[in-house]
């Protein structure tokens, strides 16, 4: 690379629970640079969150970080082309890269749904990626059989 690496950025963490990773997230969940009411569409999912839990031990954030460890890929295919050919080869991810994975597709898939408002949608898919069911689980599911599937090009690794 002509330019040296980005430096991280530290993240401040949340009013609230007091936690970076809750920051990170709610950066994916924000739009147009609106910061705040992505925080009140994450803290009212939260709120609902609790409302819906039938498990009483456990907080919303710790539902949330177990969804979230949930729908974490442990490996993925990248391609690589060897002599005119692609490969799929399937690779380990650095730690970072699976929080982000798994923060991006519980955001996305959740906006996929059919609830009314956004706080609902990202609750939904919480609570059932919590229960390793939903869109997103069953993503980090595919990701993992397109890798055991092309294990035979391990070999090729870069």
């Excluded at 993240?11 to 739009?31: A, G, I």
């Excluded at 460890?69 to 005119?84: A, F, H, I, L, T």
């Excluded at 609570?127 to 059989?145: F, P, Q, S, W, Y």
Aim: aromatic residues 8%; hydrophobic residues 40%.
């Amino acid at each position: 690379m002509r330019k040296r690496q980005a430096k991280k950025r530290i993240l401040l963490p949340d009013p609230k629970f007091n936690d970076q990773l809750v920051t990170r997230f709610v950066n994916n969940l924000m739009w147009d640079g609106k910061k705040s009411v992505a925080f009140k569409v994450f803290y009212d999912a939260m709120d609902i969150v609790e409302e819906k839990n039938q498990d009483e031990e456990k907080t919303p954030l710790q539902l949330w970080k177990e969804a979230l460890s949930n729908v974490m890929p442990q490996v993925e295919v990248r391609s690589r082309r060897v002599g005119g050919a692609t490969y799929q080869i399937p690779r380990q991810i650095r730690p970072d890269r699976k929080v982000s994975m798994a923060i991006k597709w519980l955001i996305s898939f959740s906006r996929k749904r059919n609830e009314k408002t956004m706080a609902q949608k990202l609750a939904a898919e919480i609570l059932a990626a919590a229960k390793e069911e939903g869109a997103a689980v069953k993503k980090r599911i595919d990701t993992h059989k397109m890798a055991q599937a092309n294990k035979a090009f391990s070999h090729f690794r870069f």
